[in-house]
């Protein structure tokens, strides 16, 4: 068995890698289960038991997705500069325990008065904002680090990093796929609470994962200046403890954001406004070549928004589509609407071995990045291409088959595996030494900005509701056809564009791979 003192090199413990990557996988697998089983839940909740609109349940979807990839950018910080990979898990573990236990506290449902107001119960409502605020704030500092961690297990030239990196996030579709069909189930049939709780659950359990199997982490997540982390600065608090108290006391802020997507709006705008004006200072000081591919990254990272805009569709209107117009009859049994969700990620674990094979044959003529990125954009625009025609070959008046439903995820999953995988690696290969780590939150601020316009797309097919539930199946299926063929007509025409001009953007990347 591998211990604290068995060197990197000679821990082949958990199938030829190190012990620490089990420990690793299993945390991981029970943080994206308590994650997307959540998050499968969210617009439901919101609508059907808050009574929000789709319109408000849309943006507060938005704005808690864009928060839980903005903020992983200050917690990445923290925990490189001060914290350390492990303490910053530990600490972001225990926010997520808390966030979504606070979930499974439902309170009263909201209901409509005589007058036609919808009456709210107050305090399960700023219980649960804040409730999500914990979890933002959780996955903030669990996120960036742990993924930090798999990588501080292996020595620089060590071949098994890239399989490491492949069995962890087998892990986090692992995690996904179970929590979808679960948290789903025990949400719709025994009530939102109990899915919440499970979702919860799988949190408790990868946090005591994580503490238990800490000591196989062969010191890699430590802090890199111990002293100066215990050093008292304000009074007798140390450096430690005092970003546990400024973290847990920016909560305030986090609900109020969530519930106000105003604000997030303009933070998204105001930062991808200033995070441009420092790269193009980089840019025009520095040499032509280090200009270009960091140009050549900044392209890509604008039409990864337009991708990631797209394919989040799935948390909002294809959740809502799903639920609301899909025929879901199975031989007699009625599946629930947030198991389709679980295609994405068994559509991963099947596919991620074919297509990386695909590369693989395809040797000098495997597509480069920009190319890559293009066919992404078009795949998932086919996905909702595929929705549209099945809506336009479905009788008026009918429920859709499920089948479209199916071929949409599976277009959208082939896009996924063509951009996913190279996007990071690419801000590592084109961006300056000099600001790596910057270019890095840039690439994450964006997936942020991409999820709060995933909202406003999704409220092109926003609906009135009675009571959380659609009266009318026939103008709903109108309002979604006129959303996915926006999103197919964007889809294909950018992706396009992108595969059009691709020449130009590979010239700009020097050679780069």
Known sequence: MATENTSLSQDKAFFGHPKGLSILFLTEMWERFSFYGMKALLIFYLTKYHLFSDEGGNFIVGSYAALVYALPVIGGYLADRYLGFRKAVIFGGVM???????????????????????????????????????????????????????GALYEENDQRRDSGFTIFYMGINLGSFMATLLCGWLGENYGWGYGFGAAGVGMVLGLITFIYGQKFLHGKAEPKDVAALSKPVV???????????????SLLIISQMVQNHTIVDWTLRISGLLSLIMILYFGFTSEKIVRDKLFALTILIIFSVVFWALFEQAYTSLNLYAERVTNRNFFGWEIPGPWFLSLNALFIILFAPVVASVWVRLGKYDPNVVVKFG????????????????????????????????????????????????????????????????????????????????????????????????????????AYKNLFSTLFYAGIIIGGFLLLISPFIKKLMHGVK
């Not at 409730?131 to 959780?138: D, E, F, R």
């Not at 009074?235 to 006391?249: C, D, F, K, Q, R």
């Not at 997936?447 to 199946?473: H, Y």
């Open 235 to 249: 009074g007798p608090l140390n450096t430690e403890w005092l970003i546990y108290i400024l973290a847990v006391g």
């Open 96 to 150: 997520l325990v808390l966030g979504h236990l606070g979930l499974a506290f439902e309170g009263n449902k909201a209901y409509v008065d005589a007058a036609g107001n919808i009456v709210r119960d107050g305090f399960a409502l700023q219980s649960f904002f804040f409730s999500l605020s914990l979890i933002i704030l959780g996955v903030g500092f669990l996120k960036a680090n742990i993924s930090s961690i798999v």
């Open 375 to 478: 066919i992404a954009i078009v795949l998932v625009g086919l996905g909702f291409g595929a929705l549209v025609f099945g809506i336009q070959t479905t009788g008026e008046g009918a429920k859709i088959a499920m089948i479209w439903l199916v071929l949409a995820y599976f277009f959208h999953t082939l896009g996924e595996l063509c951009l996913s995988p190279v996007g990071l690696s690419s801000v590592t290969k084109l961006a300056p030494q000099k600001i790596v780590g910057f270019m890095m939150g840039v690439w994450f601020l964006a997936t942020a900005a991409s999820e709060f316009i995933a909202a406003i797309l999704a409220n092109i097919a926003q609906l009135e509701t009675n009571n959380g539930e659609v009266a009318d199946v026939a103008l709903a299926v109108e």
